[in-house]
Nanobody, 124 residues
Framework: QVQVVESGGGLVQTGGSLRLSCAASGRTLRSYDMGWFRHAPGKEREFVGYINWSGVSTYYADSVKGRFTISRENNKNTAYLQMNSLKPEDTAVYYC?????????????????WGQGTQVTVSS
């Protein structure tokens, strides 16, 4: 079992950048694929991006492709979500999740381990 905690959220202006971190404890993060999701008020939780356990494979939602980058440092038990060119519609609570989800990166129910979330607010 692994516990994950997000950090790095905050308030940023349109066009700005933030880097979210997802730190793991318990079992090593190397054992898991990592997903990032977000939940905006009045909307359903949506998939943002995914990185496989080794860091070789990534996949992004169309809405963030080219602006967001996911990476990981397994030796530090940490994954990252670099967010550039932020827009007001990126405002949401961002969650990292760990699981084994080969071929089904966007399915949130396949990730058993979730953090508490970190708020990202983009002002216009």
């Amino acid at each position: 079992q692994v516990q994950v905690v997000e950090s790095g959220g905050g308030l940023v202006q349109t066009g700005g950048s933030l880097r979210l971190s997802c730190a793991a404890s318990g079992r090593t993060l190397r054992s898991y694929d990592m997903g990032w999701f977000r939940h905006a008020p009045g909307k359903e939780r949506e998939f943002v991006g995914y990185i496989n356990w080794s860091g070789v494979s990534t996949y992004y939602a169309d809405s963030v492709k080219g602006r967001f980058t996911i990476s990981r440092e397994n030796n530090k038990n940490t994954a990252y979500l670099q967010m550039n060119s932020l827009k007001p519609e990126d405002t949401a609570v961002y969650y990292c999740a760990a699981g084994t989800v080969v071929g089904h990166a966007t399915v949130d129910s396949l990730y058993p381990y979730w953090g508490q979330g970190t708020q990202v607010t983009v002002s216009s």
